[in-house]
């Protein structure tokens, strides 16, 4: 059974950073493609970025490569950067894993077969 745990959330001040870490269980991250999205109270779920099964890095127009992924084949770990934070970056964060072979990687939210259960970053002004 796949599981994947986030952690390292939690409050800063704007212009403030921090790593968000997602470890990965019960499948080899060496193998599948990596998501992350947030989610604001009362707004949709957003992607962020993405590493496909080719480790090709992509990043949505709306949040323009503001955090960048990283992934640690040796232990399993995917860790999203975040640099220069804002107030409205305020939200939970989700990773997900896509398991399954895709020619191409989607940033819809069904495209990913496994969530993890968030992590809660405040940022305050």
């Known amino acids: 059974q796949v599981q994947l745990t986030e952690s390292g959330g939690g409050s800063v001040q704007a212009g403030g950073s921090l790593k968000l870490s997602c470890t990965v269980s019960?499948?080899?991250?060496?193998?599948?493609?990596y998501g992350w999205y947030r989610q604001a109270p009362g707004k949709e779920r957003e992607g962020i970025a993405l590493i496909d099964s080719s480790g090709i890095k992509r990043y949505t127009d709306s949040m323009k490569g503001a955090f960048t992924p990283s992934q640690d084949n040796d232990n399993n770990i995917l860790y999203l950067h975040m640099n220069s934070l804002k107030p409205d970056d305020t939200a939970m964060y989700y990773c997900?894993?896509?398991?399954?072979?895709?020619?191409?990687?989607?940033?819809?939210?069904?495209?990913?077969?496994?969530w993890g259960q968030g992590t809660q970053v405040t940022v305050s002004s």
């Open positions: 997900a894993v896509r398991t399954r072979f895709a020619a191409y990687y989607s940033f819809q939210p069904s495209f990913f077969d496994v």
């Open positions: 019960g499948f080899p991250i060496s193998r599948g493609g």
